[in-house]
T-cell receptor, first 110, second 111 residues
Framework: SQTIHQWPATLVQPVGSPLSLECTVE??????LYWYRQAAGRGLQLLFYSVGIGQISSEVPQNLSASRPQDRQFILSSKKLLLSDSGFYLCAWSVISEQFFGPGTRLTVL | AQSVSQHNHHVILSEAASLELGCNYSYGGTVNLFWYVQYPGQHLQLLLKYFSGDPLVKGIKGFEAEFIKSKFSFNLRKPSVQWSDTAEYFCAVNSNNDMRFGAGTRLTVKP
């Protein structure tokens, strides 16, 4: 069966520090991968999606970036965090339309 | 722009009350429709989905949703809610691998 891992589960970072959140998927090949940010009352905002290694599409211009160095690995990064980057970040994968979500990372920027 | 609208931000019901959560979307083409649920402290998980066929879809835990193409709607229903249904519910629409979520509806069921 397929499994999706995210780490860390929680993270507290100072403003201006770098960020790296990792997501890995097991049990499937060539999945579509997604990064979302979930904010209270605003649902899920799609940040990035990837249909293959090295292929990244950005939905919202911001100081975050994403990379897909391996088929089942998706990384969300920032060079300098802003206060507004605080939130709950979800990784998801899909093969045919339906998406499956990871446990999420709660990021607090102080 | 394509969008998904959930009309209610927070719904409060007593146990055994009936539930209907609204969802409307603005896509014009072929769509796949989903309802996801997030129980407190847990992952987002799929409640039910519609790809094709019977527009009345049955999901887990007694939930169902009806796809009404002419109204661009996919409302979620449950005839009798339980305290354990307290959660946040998200409607989602996928068209050509473009997946969009609604803002979510928080459901609180009072015992």
């Amino acid at each position: 069966s397929q499994t999706i891992h995210q780490w860390p589960a929680t993270l507290v970072q100072p403003v201006g520090s770098p960020l790296s959140l990792e997501c890995t998927v097991e049990g499937t090949s060539n999945p579509n991968l997604y990064w979302y940010r979930q904010a209270a009352g605003r649902g899920l905002q799609l940040l990035f999606y990837s249909v293959g290694i090295g292929q990244i599409s950005s939905e919202v211009p911001q100081n975050l970036s994403a990379s897909r160095p391996q088929d089942r690995q998706f990384i969300l990064s920032s060079k300098k965090l802003l206060l507004s980057d605080s939130g709950f970040y979800l990784c998801a994968w899909s093969v045919i339309s339906e998406q499956f979500f990871g446990p999420g990372t709660r990021l607090t920027v102080l | 722009a394509q969008s998904v609208s959930q009309h209610n931000h927070h719904v409060i019901l007593s146990e055994a009350a009936s539930l209907e959560l609204g969802c409307n979307y603005s896509y014009g083409g072929t769509v796949n429709l989903f309802w996801y649920v997030q129980y407190p402290g847990q992952h987002l998980q799929l409640l039910l989905k519609y790809f094709s066929g019977d527009p009345l879809v049955k999901g887990i835990k007694g939930f169902e949703a009806e796809f009404i193409k002419s109204k661009f709607s996919f409302n979620l229903r449950k005839p009798s809610v339980q305290w354990s249904d307290t959660a946040e519910y998200f409607c989602a629409v996928n068209s050509n691998n473009d997946m969009r979520f609604g803002a979510g509806t928080r459901l609180t069921v009072k015992p």
